[in-house]
């Protein structure tokens, strides 16, 4: 018995080049779409880690455009203290997290005007501040929350003078 008698009958006539094109095709287009997804239009990647475009979700525009004018970092892009900058890996990986929660909680209308940071959110919050400072904080108690001294870096705080 032939072992080509078990295949379909397109395929014992030679049609299986044809069936490969076609697979090879499908598979790049697949592939091609899954890059445009991935990394999407031209420059889409940096205009979602700008601080424009986190404001348009969050509550915060009043306080974006404080911090944009007045903020000790108001140079700095959003992402730079609430994503981790550890890694490239672990980065875009926070990244999807924290942004389809946040596009989640918006659209299924959870947002408030008081957002609180997540555990995970305030590690790595506190993990950038010694990062970027690092030559500042070596001489302070590294487990004690920056914010808690320095409570005007603060979307809400920004330019706003603390009596308390």
């Known amino acids: 018995m032939d072992c080509l008698e078990h295949l379909p009958y397109a395929f014992r006539r030679g049609d299986w080049r044809y069936w490969l094109g076609l697979g ?4 790049a287009a697949f ?8 990394f999407g239009p031209p420059r889409l990647l940096a205009y979602s880690e ?16 404080a911090f944009s004018h ?8 959003c992402i730079d203290c609430h994503l981790p ?4 890996a672990d980065h875009f ?3 999807g997290i924290d942004g389809m929660s946040d ?20 590690r790595v ?30 979307h809400k705080g920004t330019a706003m003078i603390r009596t308390n």
């Open 70 to 77: 007045h903020g000790a970092h108001r140079r700095e892009r």
């Open 24 to 27: 090879l095709a499908a598979v």
């Open 31 to 38: 592939g091609g779409l899954a890059l445009f997804i991935l």
């Open 125 to 154: 919050l506190q993990e950038n501040c010694i990062r970027c400072h690092a030559a500042t904080v070596m001489r302070i108690d590294p487990a004690r929350p920056c914010w808690e001294c320095h409570r005007r870096v603060t």
């Open 85 to 88: 900058n550890d890694n490239v």
């Open 50 to 65: 700008s601080p424009e475009f986190c404001v348009k979700c969050h509550n915060h525009e009043v306080e974006g455009e």
């Open 93 to 95: 990986f926070w990244k």
């Open 103 to 122: 596009v989640v909680a918006f659209y299924a209308g959870m947002f408030t005007d008081e957002t609180r940071l997540s555990r995970h959110g305030q």
